[in-house]
């Protein structure tokens, strides 16, 4: 009658693919030459990575040009096998804004190498600026998260790439003399602040503009011209700032009191 055959599994390892199903290969006491060959179910107890996983083998059916010759002895096996994290790329997006005082970013990363296997969902990816600054070129840099996999996001091996095509606008404003009157003093100094006639400071800015006269002597219509710039941690850079003067400025005689000596 037919031998008796005894199989013996032996785990494959696998990359996570969102699935418990495994792979093995077999072992089994056949004469030399006889060619064999086997169906069987194979499992792991859940889709996770890990290293040294149970795997269980059921349904094992022998099959091939000499299984004649053999009776199983075993139609079920148990082996172990590892899951490794599924490489992903997260790369971050080139984007364009204009100067708010945050490093936020409204683009979102994207995945450039690597896939979510199903039944997994990707988080909502974010980036931020490498600072608050106006410039080009600037690095933009993912935010880290975790693939919602029912796992802590340990099934992927996640590598965040930045990008350094940041760019953020300076904001435009205008700043415009006031009119003013003093008494001469000799000097061109006015004493009375530019306002923002267009545009804003954002909050945590501040206002850094003077306005001059034209000159140190009397006169009415004259020129006041501003000057100066925001406080804003960059030199005044995250802001375009255009100056309009106002040509109601005056001067008036200083009067003095002429006492004659005795």
Do not use: C, M
């Not at 006491?29 to 169906?39: A, I, K, V, W």
């Not at 003013?180 to 923002?196: E, F, N």
């Not at 925001?230 to 005044?236: E, S």
């Amino acid at each position: 009658g037919p031998s008796p055959l005894t199989v013996t599994a032996h785990g494959v390892d696998k990359t996570y693919d969102g699935n418990s199903t495994a792979t093995v290969t077999f072992t089994d006491n056949r004469s030399p030459g006889d060619t064999l060959t086997y169906t069987y179910t194979a499992s792991f107890a859940d889709k996770n990575i890990g290293t040294g996983k149970a795997v269980s083998v059921s349904d094992i059916v022998l099959g091939g040009p000499d299984a004649s010759k053999y009776a199983l002895v075993n139609t079920t096996a148990s082996t172990t096998a590892s899951i490794s994290p599924a490489p992903l790329t997260v790369t971050a997006t080139a984007q364009t804004k204009a100067y708010d005082g945050t490093t936020s970013a409204t683009a979102a990363p994207t995945i450039t190498s690597g896939s979510i296997q199903p039944g997994d969902t990707e988080p909502a990816w974010a980036e931020t600026y490498d600072n608050k600054n106006e410039g080009t070129s600037k690095t933009l840099t993912p935010v880290t998260a975790a693939v919602n996999d029912g796992n802590g996001g340990a099934n992927y091996a996640v590598t965040f790439v930045p990008n350094t095509g940041g760019v953020i606008t300076a904001i435009p404003i205008e700043v415009t003399a006031v009119a003013d009157s003093k008494v001469y003093d000799g000097t061109t100094s006015s004493a009375a602040p530019p306002t923002i006639t267009s545009g804003s400071i954002l909050l945590g800015d501040t206002a850094g503009f003077v306005q001059t006269y034209d000159t140190k002597h009397i006169g009415t219509g004259k020129t006041l011209s501003p000057s100066g710039l925001v406080n804003d941690g960059n030199g005044g850079a995250n802001y375009t700032v255009t100056f309009a003067n106002n040509t109601s400025g005056a001067i008036t005689a200083k009067p003095i009191t002429v006492t004659a000596l005795t």
